[in-house]
């Protein structure tokens, strides 16, 4: 059974989402299990403080080390820790499915100005950031990597051809989904999807993921490798796509 551990001050946020989608199917399964613990707990202060003021002054409060130290040794078997930080990787779905390969994982969740910097330096394995921006703690981001790296585990998605489709599994991004009416505010359903056809819904869709991809994010194709195919495909898309704009 797979673990994950959340250091929070901030417990609830954890919890309640525990209780909704493919994370709750796969507790219930005993897939995984989660560890939500409140640093708090771990405070040597008698009003239970985390937190104290920087060194060499400014604004903020910053997360102490010991308490953060003694939530890592009440967890029992060794774990892998992350911190969830502006100043980590970008996170991508390569890396999310890197971690499903990790038994044990620790999410530090921050606040305030952040942990001092001996937390990173000794007791974190990595940092991760979501990207370039700052919301005001770890928690969201922890459990936007605990959905991630959860759907993609044996036995959780009931379907799992729509896990391997999803966007970004081989760096493009999804191709468009219909579903009923055939016709919407004169929109229609394209015709290939209603024609039965497997062969070709399969090649449009394939043109409509590299196309997408190279409209919306070319950054992307730069890590694909085109068979004779795709690239036939994707001119297919670009000239059609100019042809659209010229009408």
Not at 183 to 188: A, K, L, T, V
Request: proline share 4%.
């Amino acid at each position: 059974m797979r673990t994950f551990n959340f250091i929070t001050i901030f417990p609830d946020i954890i919890n309640n989402f525990l209780k909704y989608g493919l994370v709750n199917r796969a507790i219930e399964k005993k897939i995984i299990e989660i560890n939500t613990i409140y640093l708090r707990d771990f405070s040597d202060d008698s009003n239970l403080r985390i937190d104290d003021k920087s060194y060499g002054g400014g604004p903020g409060m910053v997360m102490r080390y010991k308490p953060v130290e003694d939530a890592l040794k009440s967890i029992t078997r060794k774990s892998y820790v992350i911190y969830l930080s502006p100043h980590g990787s970008k996170l991508d779905q390569h890396k999310i499915s890197e971690l499903t390969k990790v038994q044990n994982l620790t999410f530090l969740c921050g606040r305030y100005e952040g942990y001092d910097q001996r937390v990173v330096d000794d007791l974190v394995d990595e940092q991760i950031s979501l990207g370039d921006y700052v919301i005001s703690g770890g928690e969201l981001p922890s459990l936007i990597l605990l959905e991630g790296i959860t759907r993609l585990l044996p036995n959780v998605a009931n379907d799992l051809d729509s896990i391997l489709n999803d966007s970004f599994t081989d760096n493009l991004l999804d191709y468009p989904h219909y579903t009923r009416p055939e016709s919407i505010n004169g929109h229609e359903v394209p015709d290939v999807l209603l024609s039965g056809n497997h062969s070709e819904i399969a090649k449009w869709r394939r043109k409509q993921s590299l196309g997408i991809t190279w409209k919306n994010r070319p950054d992307l194709l730069k890590n694909v490798k085109l068979s004779i195919e795709d690239d036939k495909l994707l001119k297919e898309y670009i000239n059609e796509s100019k042809e659209n704009e010229n009408k």
